[in-house]
């Protein structure tokens, strides 16, 4: 038990090292609004792993992934989520105020927490990629003679630690590098880069068989 743990933690902790959409919108965030707007969007994102581990024990996964119908609604929805995150970007990249988003400044005016929250709880939550992830890699770690729910929200606690302080961190490097960051041309850029991000992830999503 205790070397199937340790192996969960390593293969977790690679997982979330490795970058991706989660990386991307805490970035985005953290610049938009400051270190508050990163961490909100961090938690958001880190409490969609508890509904993807909800799906696993319960056997939706299985459903989702057994009906074509199910799964492409799913991935359609997490896709078009995507490319909507990346449009909001890319438009503000256009404008031609002192700063992207509406109301980004260096004092943090651009944060709301709902919205932060609503963000990556969402782009967690709706992506399948995570629910296949979950659903092929969660049941090698869960006893079968124990109730799996709770042995699967266990499990999706820990990552939720996990990825909780690595994009924590994450948040507190793009803050001190913030007023950089808000520059002007520097924002816009990093606007235009984080929007067509975005929108790639959402189009391979959506693309993907």
Not at 107 to 120: A, Q
């Amino acid at each position: 038990m205790e070397s199937a743990l340790l192996a969960y933690l390593v293969a977790i902790t690679l997982l979330t090292l490795t970058p991706g959409m989660d990386t991307v919108l805490v970035i985005r965030n953290t610049t938009r609004g400051g270190i508050k707007d990163g961490l909100a969007t961090n938690l958001g994102i880190c409490s969609g792993l508890f509904v993807h581990a909800t799906f696993t024990s319960v056997g939706i996964s299985v459903i989702l992934l057994h009906s074509a119908f199910a799964f492409g609604a799913l991935k359609l929805a997490g896709a078009c989520y995507l490319i909507f995150l990346g449009v909001v970007s890319l438009r503000s990249a256009s404008r031609r105020g002192e700063v992207g988003l509406g109301a980004v400044s260096t004092s943090g005016d651009g944060f709301r927490l709902v919205r932060s929250l609503r963000e990556g709880f969402f782009s967690n939550a709706l992506n399948p990629k995570t629910i296949v992830f979950y659903m092929a890699f969660l049941p090698q770690f869960i006893d079968a003679s124990r109730p799996p729910l709770f042995q699967a929200l266990g499990l999706a606690g820990i990552h939720f630690f996990i990825a909780l302080l690595w994009q924590g961190l994450l948040a507190s490097m793009v803050e001190r590098a913030r007023i950089f960051l808000t520059r002007t041309r520097v924002r816009r850029a990093l606007d235009g880069v984080v929007g067509s991000l975005m929108v790639f992830f959402g189009i391979m999503l959506a693309w993907d068989r």
